[in-house]
């Protein structure tokens, strides 16, 4: 079906998308549905795996956990969300997701916009500062960040 035309989307017709965080589940671009201002992604990461530290330059995000549990990293600051808590990202700030447990965690990514004007699309997105300093020894003495490849 013509993402134009597409006002729901069926597990099967989700974009499935391994990349090195999470296995992700993409529910809402403007590939899938008509979609300019929304990204939605259901992202499945293994235990004792992560997204080190990154940003969006031009994007906001949420973090909405639906199982397990996440190390979420806000700037500087960290909690520890459970099912049904989230973490709101400004644009432009650094954070990161850790699952540091043995079980998987399930979140919610809900980014936006999901299209960006010329010059900043052109932007990497995300950018990885996790081998820059504070980001690099920030969770020292924290179980290590695996990626799946």
């Not at 391994?18 to 671009?29: M, S």
């Not at 929304?38 to 530290?53: E, I, K, Q, T, Y």
Request: charged content about 20%; overall charge negative.
């Amino acid at each position: 079906m013509n993402p134009a035309e597409r006002r729901f989307v069926t597990a099967a017709e989700t974009l499935r998308e391994p990349n090195p965080w999470t296995n992700n589940e993409w529910l809402c671009r403007p590939d899938v549905v008509a979609a300019e201002k929304l990204l939605l992604v259901r992202a499945n990461m293994d235990g004792m795996h992560c997204h080190p530290f990154h940003c969006h330059p031009h994007r906001e995000e949420i973090i909405y956990v639906v199982y397990g549990r996440a190390e979420q990293w806000v700037g500087t600051e960290c909690r520890l969300l459970g099912p049904g808590e989230m973490a709101h990202i400004p644009p432009g700030v650094v954070h990161a997701t850790y699952n540091p447990h043995p079980e998987p965690l399930v979140f919610l990514a809900i980014l936006s916009p999901a299209k960006l004007p010329p010059g900043q699309a052109e932007v990497a997105d995300p950018q990885d500062v996790s081998t820059q300093e504070p980001w690099a020894s920030l969770r020292q003495g924290r179980p290590a960040c695996r990626t799946r490849f």
